[in-house]
């Protein structure tokens, strides 16, 4: 999917909306636990409640590999009834990969020839040769964390060297020779504020994956005001918010309730934007 694609489907969903799908075994729908596969089956009621609403799907590699073999396939199962079901979905692996060598080469290949997914999350701080692996797949995304949420944040990526440059605008400054905005992205939390516009003097023109809005406290209208530039450029997601909304049988109305009320928010601006 290219930056292009994104945009068309963001302008004609007027949607930014990206839903995590952080699926606990143990915070879903008991009734789902019948099943023969309940978090491939809660996958399936949520994305088919909220599609209409958003235009991305992230999810967390950690919370179907904590299940093992039952949950890598489900996983594997969830992406491919996405891309099937719903083609215009851009899919990213939340994974966070780091390593370099043949260590990242297959980390890149489980993640855009096996899963198939359109991105892949990573840590760019083992450098250039950590990275590259993953861009060497046209139309595939890497998303590199830049500006966290949480707390330990500060530990690193805020420190500034002598020269006052802080750690996260030196990953902004030198990754942009790795790639350009048609394949990177970076990951900016929700909860920064008035620091995507620092994000922004450097990156004007890159899609940013903006984690945070939601249960963790993020405030989509600062993102926006600080943010969105003139192709958008953000994609906002929300997990527990939407997904965990009810745990009733009516989990996926509640979903899609919740879904589309951020989309309805998220319309607001972009009908500015596009107007």
Request: hydrophobic share 40%; proline share 3%.
């Amino acid at each position: 999917m290219t930056k292009q694609d994104l945009f068309d489907n963001i302008k004609k969903k007027k949607s930014f909306l990206c839903i995590g799908l952080d699926t606990d075994i143990k915070k879903i729908p008991s009734h789902l636990l019948e099943e023969e596969d309940p978090i491939y089956a809660f996958n399936v009621k949520i994305i088919d409640a909220t599609a209409k609403y958003c235009v991305a799907y992230k999810p967390n590699a950690a919370f179907y590999e904590s299940m093992g073999i039952k949950g890598i396939i489900a996983l594997e199962k969830t992406i491919e009834y996405i891309r099937t079901k719903y083609p215009d979905q851009f899919i990213i692996l939340d994974a966070k990969r780091g390593d370099i060598g043949n260590t990242s080469e297959m980390y890149a290949a489980s993640a855009f020839e096996h899963l198939k997914a359109n991105a892949v999350t990573v840590a760019p701080y083992m450098g250039e040769d950590s990275v590259t692996p993953f861009l060497k797949y046209p139309n595939k995304w890497v998303i590199l964390l830049a500006l966290t949420s949480n707390k330990g944040s500060n530990d690193f990526q805020l420190t500034a060297d002598a020269n006052g440059e802080r750690l996260f605008e030196k990953v902004l400054k030198k990754s942009q020779e790795w790639a350009t905005d048609e394949q990177l992205m970076f990951v900016v939390g929700a909860t920064q504020g008035e620091m995507f516009a620092d994000i922004r003097r450097y990156a004007p023109n890159h899609f940013l994956l903006v984690p945070g809005v939601g249960a963790q406290g993020g405030n989509l209208e600062e993102v926006v005001k600080y943010g969105m530039n003139d192709q958008c450029g953000l994609l906002v997601n929300s997990s527990r918010a939407i997904i965990y909304a009810d745990d009733s049988l009516d989990f996926a109305f509640a979903a899609a309730a919740e879904a589309e009320k951020v989309q309805k928010e998220m319309a607001v601006y972009l009908d500015k934007l596009i107007s």
